[in-house]
């Protein structure tokens, strides 16, 4: 089996209410053996889906409440920052060394509940997470006809640096389930599922420098996990909180 | 920027003694586009390093000690299993449920110490993690000319579903390190650090199934991140437990 992920080229700044679907097909078709298909995953970084939903979020328009502010000096942070971050949360999870790794809205365990400042427009700006990146991902399968997930970096346990994941998916299954079948020796699998969405999140980051704006990915070779609907979602690769043994 | 995965075809059973390094230069040789470049990765799954190197144990020749024992009972586990999970460990991170979550001489916190029944060779055998696979790694980059990176398949907090990650790596930047490089706004990047090997790793094996016999996957199109040397190892992945955050 082969894979081959290319990054679309010569994608535009993205704003609020730009046709996020319709960039993309116009740069997918900028690419050698151009074009998106019913088998092809696009992977797309939140940020542009952020940002074409108007998730920008000027700090001057943000008032911090007694929390955030207790936070923010806490943790040598900025008030109106920990204010947007307790806003997308349900639960901080550890607050330590000025960092705030929190549960999000969606049930996302990340830090700055995904709140970033980086690529927001501007050092006054901020970033949220889409409010339903499930949705989202929906809405592009059905602009571009590929299956699509949308990636943010997050950091892990136990390792140091980010790895790209998915927090949002349609039409790719989010996880393959080899559990009950057997391995080469015969041998039922017993422990065995991928988490595909995650893994094709972090394929495609590989293809894309941080400060490119190429927020998007065309990942071809992976028919085997595409969905002929838009699946379940992201909700399957989050595990409630009751049942986490390596949190 | 585009990245080319391919699986190598028609790779045997690998056995103790086996020169890993010949038989993946014959395979790659059977590649379309055949062979290995200065600037490929290979991906190899540890199971084929682990059983090269001797690292597959008949379970008939554990003796569990009375610590194997107790903890056999408590979790329904095999007590010569649990003996081998002790002594590839130097912490047990977390038991529950059936579930042992260790940190490794290595230092790699995950399911069992690395130890695995799953194509072992039959059901009474277990294979353990290679001894040092940055050295392994090494090892078949001298003999391949491009670099080498060693995976396995890690449990994550917090989310459903193992991703591959990289146990050993040479030739291969372990991090690509953004800090301080600016953003599209001419932003600072403040906490960019993006674990390359890993994402190589779930790459990689986005192209392989579990049941296949493919043990090594050919990445093309990452010469950005090889290096001219050996490089640091994966020890760079690695956080110390006082540091973690996360976990």
Do not use: Y
Request: hydrophobic share 45%; aromatic share 2%.
């Amino acid at each position: 089996m082969t894979l081959a992920a290319a990054a679309l080229p010569g994608l535009p700044e993205i704003r609020h209410g730009d046709d996020l679907g319709a960039l993309l097909r116009d740069a997918a078709g900028r690419l050698p053996e151009p074009g998106l298909r019913a088998g092809d995953v696009l992977a797309v970084a939140h940020k542009a889906v952020a940002k074409a939903e108007g998730r920008v979020i000027p700090l001057s328009a943000v008032m911090p409440g007694a929390e955030a502010r207790k936070l923010a000096a806490e943790h040598g942070k900025d008030p109106r920052l920990v204010e947007l971050i307790l806003s997308e949360s349900v639960e901080l999870v550890r607050a330590d060394a000025g960092r705030l790794i929190a549960r999000t809205h969606h049930g996302f365990v990340c830090a700055n509940a995904g709140v970033d400042q980086s690529n927001a427009g501007g050092e006054e700006h901020a970033v949220l997470l889409p409010v339903d990146p499930d949705a989202s991902a929906r809405s592009l399968r059905a602009a571009l006809g590929c299956a699509v997930v949308i990636t943010d970096s997050f950091g892990r346990a136990w390792r140091i640096g980010q790895a790209e994941v998915a927090i949002g998916c349609a039409g790719l299954a989010p996880v393959a389930d080899w559990r009950g079948r057997p391995d080469t020796d015969g041998r039922l699998l017993h422990a065995t599922v991928i988490a595909v969405a995650d893994e094709a999140a972090s394929a495609a980051d590989l293809v894309r420098a941080k400060d490119s704006g190429e927020p998007a990915v065309r990942l071809r070779g992976l028919e085997q996990h595409v969905l002929p609907d838009d699946g379940p979602g992201v909700a399957v690769l989050l595990r409630a909180p009751e049942q986490d043994l390596f949190g």
